[in-house]
């Protein structure tokens, strides 16, 4: 069947509207993010100066990044030809050189970070380094050696990924969350004696400094460290947001699915929006860890890990789905994709419980705790070195599929 160009072109005028609006938006936000950056300077709070800076840096670093979508989209509109990419498969001694220059990168950044209050500042560049080099690693493992498409189409999917998804899966969070304050606010009424308790948290957390995790946890331990807080934590974490953000992180491949060639195509295409969604949520979520350098962009490395590898996994069905009629697929590998990332988030948040039970008790022995925390960190640690395994393996076996189908 031969393409429509009408469709295309109508295609490629909406893409070009999208990417200039998100380019737009990432502009406004950086620029929103520099003058309350300033306007509330603070010469003895460096951590939330770095927040800011580097969410700015973040911001523009993104819109940078949506510029090929743009420029490919244009000469696309006018009729120029856009050429194939082909990533080669990784070599081990590439995979290696990434490796170390990323753990080089984190070493001189934390030591950049720690030498004085703004050495932040100075490391700022890196930080851009610490999160996208072991994401650029991970997107060639996955996709090197397999069907892409044309750079537009993959910048594209990327960049889809990146903001696309994440304004979507934000949005639909958020409305979970507001519909749960909505419920929080109707037991407040029904029980005006909690009012003083809320009113008594928000005191707390005015009164912390903004900029300083490690207060700000503090002060909010005693609250969220409650067993019914933590469980509906966790139910929002492991299971609402994986639910919400596997299924949007590769919805773009629904409108390539029946112009894609093989489900291993799908794989590649549906990797990459993991990518871009690791991309803007490490950006934003590393931000503000300037004080634990090294840990933040180890804790990001991994998580992208995690996503890289499940949107792969749900790109690989999504065109098995369209291609080969493999339904029944699609919801087994959506199951195991959500499973992934519940099974991370939960981990994280039993870490997260467990140290705060510690903090609670004043850093004295808490069997509990102590066991929550080393729980999690197991899980954690078991659930990378599976996925570190599974994705070049993945890689592997649909690099043999796809050559076994091309002979035929």
């Known amino acids: 069947m031969q393409p429509n160009p009408s469709l295309n072109r109508r295609s490629n005028i909406l893409m070009l509207i999208l990417s200039s609006i998100g380019i737009l938006g990432l502009l406004i936000r950086s620029a929103y993010l520099t003058f309350t950056g300033f ?46 990419l082909t990533i080669p498969p990784v070599k081990v001694w590439q995979g290696a050189v990434l490796f170390a220059t990323w753990v080089l990168v984190v070493v001189i950044g934390t030591v950049l970070a720690r030498l004085f209050v703004y050495g932040w500042a100075g490391a700022a560049l890196l930080f851009l380094l610490g999160i996208s080099l072991p994401i650029l690693s991970m997107v060639w493992i996955s996709t090197g050696g397999l069907p892409g498409g044309s750079r537009q189409r993959l910048w594209s999917v990327f960049g889809f990924g990146m903001l696309g998804a994440t304004v979507l899966a934000m949005l639909l969070e958020f409305m979970v969350i507001g519909m749960a304050a909505l419920v929080i606010g109707v037991v407040v009424v029904a029980h005006p004696e909690l009012r003083s308790v809320i009113d008594q948290i928000k005191t707390l957390v005015t009164n912390a400094s903004t900029g300083n995790m490690e207060a700000l946890l503090t002060v909010l331990a005693p609250y969220i460290s409650n067993p019914l807080v933590i469980l509906s934590i966790l139910v929002f974490a492991a299971v609402l947001a994986p639910l919400i953000e596997e299924a949007i992180k590769p919805a773009v491949i629904w409108f390539l699915g029946k112009h894609l060639g093989s489900p291993a195509e799908g794989f590649g295409l549906g990797a990459l929006c993991g990518a871009g969604f690791a991309l803007l949520e490490g950006l934003m979520a590393a931000s503000s860890l300037s004080q634990m350098w090294g840990f933040g962009l180890a804790g990001r490395a991994a998580a992208s890990l995690m996503h890289i590898t499940s949107s792969g996994l749900m790109g690989w069905a999504i065109a098995s789905a369209q291609l080969e009629k493999r339904y029944g697929r699609l919801a087994l590998i959506y199951l195991l994709a959500v499973s992934i990332h519940g099974l991370w988030n939960g981990s994280v948040i039993m870490v997260v419980y467990g140290a705060l039970r510690v903090m609670i008790q004043n850093m004295e022995i808490d069997v509990i705790g102590g066991s929550f925390a080393m729980g999690g960190l197991g899980i954690l640690f078991l659930e990378f070195v599976l996925l570190l395994t599974a994705l070049p393996l993945i890689n592997y076996r649909l690099r043999q599929s796809n050559a076994h189908q091309s002979l035929r």
């Open 39 to 84: 306007s509330s300077f603070d010469p003895d709070s460096g951590s939330s100066q770095a927040a800011s800076l580097l969410s700015v840096l973040g911001m523009l670093f993104c819109a940078g990044l949506l510029l090929p979508v743009l420029v490919y989209t244009v000469k696309r509109l006018k009729g120029q030809e856009i050429l194939l």
